[in-house]
Nanobody
Framework: EVQLVQSGGGSVQAGGSLRLSCTVS????????VGWFRQPPGKGREGVAT?????????????KGRFLISYDDSEPSEIPKTTVYLQMNSLRPEDAAVYYC??????????????????WGQGTEVTVSS
């Protein structure tokens, strides 16, 4: 069974940068998708960026050009690990939210729809002050 553990996040001033990490522990199939999602206070969860095992990428319009998603599965480890990163640059107050990563392996689709993902990280808060 795979586990998703998030790290990173915190507080930053507008214009600053943060990097989020999502470490997926366990053996993954050849075809998978990991997405980053966020939920602002009082609002629904929305897709931010997704990446497939084949490194296809899709960004939400609101973050395109400012956020970068990538992954690394080259780190030696007893338990297979894949870490997916979300580099967030030029942060704006409207980017403040709880950010979640999510994994889909059964029907991996490069989508920003939270309903298409079945395994989720614990969430991490990002605060952006103006």
């Amino acid at each position: 069974e795979v586990q998703l553990v998030q790290s990173g996040g915190g507080s930053v001033q507008a214009g600053g940068s943060l990097r989020l990490s999502c470490t997926v522990s366990g053996v993954l199939p050849r075809d998978w998708v990991v997405g980053w999602f966020r939920q602002p206070p009082g609002k629904g969860r929305e897709g931010v960026a997704t990446i497939s095992s084949f490194r296809y990428i899709h960004y939400a319009a609101a973050v395109k050009g400012r956020f970068l998603i990538s992954y690394d599965d080259s780190e030696p480890s007893e338990i297979p690990k894949t870490t997916v990163y979300l580099q967030m640059n030029s942060l704006r107050p409207e980017d403040a939210a709880v950010y979640y990563c999510a994994l889909e392996t059964s029907r991996p689709v490069l989508t920003l729809n939270p309903g298409d993902f079945s395994s989720w990280g614990q969430g991490t808060e990002v605060t952006v002050s103006s």
